[in-house]
């Protein structure tokens, strides 16, 4: 079977039958919340979360759109939970907006599991096991650019309108201690062990929407708290070594041209 290719003026490639791209299904809104009041068994100290419901046996990808200045994060993906309201899979995400917020966003399926269900004049390509993937009735993803790294920063059109992809949980863990310390004495006061003050810090990585022409990586929070650890003898005069639990840097998260969708 022959493969259709269709290439830019510039020689890079724009269509590939072979390729099945990710295109648009729909879209929805769906509004913040506190984690800790709603469901304290996600602890978090992010101010707000928020669910989108997943298809959990369609190939997906789902774009958010943020309120402009604050971040988001993807934290998981999971089944309903117990008697809480969850009613089948969601993504669940972590943000820095305050709760009430309106967050748009975008779900992308790949086309070879939408169907075939187009009809009409258009151009249709199929690849070599006869399926089709694509149709000019289609609305593929079209990526304006990716960021990696954090602190990495894009620059957009500011015309355009944008959702951003992240596709799996991205951040780090790390403990420090802050020189503060309690003593402990013996019956003669002399001192035998000291509990040096220190600090969890977890952070996700996230993306955060600067304005219309830009977006970044940046840490949203997630989970900090407080903690001792008993040194003894010779080694209770110097605090604890911080140390790093786990670092998972955030790659690849997709900008999304959603521009009239």
């Known amino acids: ?13 724009q269509f590939d039958a072979a390729i099945a791209p ?11 919340f506190n984690v800790q009041q ?35 994060s993807k934290y998981a993906t999971l089944a309903s939970y117990g008697g809480s309201s969850l009613n089948g899979w969601q993504h669940i995400y972590h943000t820095n907006a305050p709760a009430g917020s309106t967050i748009t966003y975008y779900r992308f399926q790949n086309s070879i599991n ?6 009409g004049p258009g ?35 500011g015309s355009r309108a944008y959702a951003s992809i992240i596709q799996s949980f991205a951040g780090y863990e790390q403990s420090y201690f802050t020189g503060s310390y309690e003593e402990y004495t013996d019956e003669k006061g002399n001192v035998y062990a000291r509990y040096w003050n220190g600090y969890s810090s977890t952070k996700m990585y996230g993306i955060r929407t600067n304005n219309a022409a830009s977006a970044s990586v940046v840490e949203v929070p997630f989970y900090d708290t ?5 040194m003894s003898g010779a080694y209770q005069y110097n605090p ?16 999304v041209d959603v521009t009239g969708i």
């Not at 079977?1 to 490639?13: D, H, V």
């Not at 604890?240 to 900008?255: C, D």
């Open 1 to 13: 079977m022959a493969q259709a290719q269709f290439f830019r003026q510039n020689g890079t490639i």
């Open 114 to 119: 939408v169907g075939s269900g187009y009809t």
């Open 123 to 157: 151009l249709r390509l199929y690849n070599p096991a006869g399926q089709l993937t694509f149709d000019s009735a289609m609305r593929p993803a079209i990526v304006a650019g990716t960021l990696s790294g954090n602190g990495s920063t894009i620059n957009l059109n």
């Open 240 to 255: 604890p070594a911080n140390s790093s639990q786990f670092n998972l840097p955030l790659e690849n998260a997709l900008m």
């Open 38 to 72: 709603r469901y304290p068994q996600w602890t978090c100290s992010a101010p707000s979360s928020f669910f989108v419901p997943m298809n959990y046996e369609a190939d997906e990808t789902i774009a958010i759109m943020m309120p402009n200045g604050y971040a988001y």
């Open 226 to 230: 407080q903690y001792n650890v008993l």
């Open 22 to 32: 990710y295109i648009f299904q729909n879209k929805g809104t769906t509004q913040t």
